[in-house]
């Protein structure tokens, strides 16, 4: 069995959408696909006028060679939200397909599975020591699933996850459905990706993002690596034009090597304030508990969360409530700024009382 059946039987059966930067290249007088042939004011060589590459391919080579893959592997999307909502739309049969999250976890993945008519089910993460942990036992009682999301390091609880783990967890469910594991936050965690992985494991789909390390979350562009045919399944119904040239050409200029050198500088002094952000947390009264993770964000438990959003908004500051989520009552999430914005909030919370 190819990873390929796994798939929608109508998907399997799509001949992918020839768009006219598909068919021809863009050299030459283009009289192929109903552009205006003159440039918009202020163009400045950009070549608005024209429909962009379907798949970039300078980008795609750029970024498969930063993650070491191969360009077979790996598929450009606008954001990792398109990817998860492509792997819902091409494996995912409405009414009848099962997909597996882990809350508390990022929202879309529930959210794309209900919008594509799937059953949920959710096996929540238990709640350990060092934080949050998988339900290995629960997942493996959970049946068979289309998908199962998995987050590392997580949002919004932090946690990474062991190479090993995720793996397993591959080959248990392969046959029966793909693993997704979501490195939206991975540069900033000490641990591996699991990208390279995606060849000898068919079923793993790796998730990347521009949007965090890099700093580029307006140009909407991530990277979804995984086997070639479930590549060349997504490809079939990915819109023909998902990626706007100004965002290609900033993604292009962020994965130069000076570039991205300097992110990497910026990186560790982002991870490095943490710590003030921290320790200003476990000193406050009127904190419970601070998970300090992985990633470029806090969980911390108040005595009273919403209040802790609602007086931080008032003075100026926006944190992120995170109380609906299962297990996390009362838990706020502090996205790390710039050190002058990290010493704002802390400011701010040495004057909080509720
Ligand atoms: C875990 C996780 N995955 C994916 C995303 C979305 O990434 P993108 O901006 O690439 O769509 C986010 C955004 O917050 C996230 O937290």
């Avoid at 590459?53 to 790996?74: N, S, T």
């Avoid at 438990?301 to 007086?311: E, F, H, K, T, W």
């Avoid at 700024?337 to 990290?342: K, Y």
């Amino acid at each position: 069995m190819s990873v390929a059946d796994l798939a929608r039987p109508e998907i399997r059966a799509l001949a992918p959408y020839a768009s006219a930067r598909a068919l021809a290249d863009s050299a030459g007088i283009l009289l192929n696909a109903n552009e205006n042939p003159w440039p918009p004011e202020g163009d400045s060589g950009l070549g608005l006028n024209r429909y962009p590459e379907p798949q970039p391919a300078a980008l795609k080579r750029q970024l498969a060679a930063h993650y070491g893959v191969a360009d077979e592997h790996l598929l450009l999307t606008r954001g990792s939200d398109e990817g998860i909502d492509l792997l819902e739309r091409a494996f995912v049969r409405p009414g009848q397909d099962r997909v597996i999250t882990c809350p508390p976890c990022f929202g879309m993945y529930a959210l794309s599975a209900r919008v594509q008519g799937a059953e949920l089910v959710e096996v929540p993460l238990r709640e350990s020591p060092d934080g949050f942990e998988l339900n290995l036992q629960a997942l493996s009682q959970a049946g068979p699933a289309k998908l199962l999301f998995l987050c590392s390091p997580n949002n919004p609880t932090g946690d990474g996850l062991a190479a090993e783990t995720v793996l397993d967890l591959a080959r248990r469910r392969s046959g029966e459905g793909l693993v997704v594991i979501d490195e939206a936050y991975i540069e900033f965690s000490d641990r591996p990706s699991l990208a390279e992985r995606v060849a000898q494991q068919p079923n793993l789909v790796v998730l990347r993002t521009l949007s965090k390390a890099f700093g580029l979350a307006g140009c909407r562009l991530g990277a979804l690596i995984a086997h070639a045919e479930v590549i060349d399944l997504l490809r079939r119904i990915i819109p023909p034009y998902p990626l706007p040239t100004p965002a290609v050409a900033a993604a292009e200029r962020a994965l130069a090597p000076e570039t991205v050198a300097a992110r990497r500088e910026q990186i560790d002094l982002l991870m490095d304030d943490k710590r003030r952000v921290v320790a200003a947390l476990e000193a406050h009264a009127s904190i419970r508990k601070v998970w300090p993770g992985e990633a470029n964000f806090v969980l911390a438990r108040a005595a009273d969360g919403p209040a802790l959003v609602r007086d931080a908004a008032a003075a100026g500051i926006r944190l992120r409530d995170q109380s609906a989520q299962p297990g996390l009552s009362d838990c706020v999430r502090i996205t790390l700024g710039t050190p002058e914005e990290n010493t704002a909030f802390i400011e701010f919370l040495q004057d909080w009382k509720t």
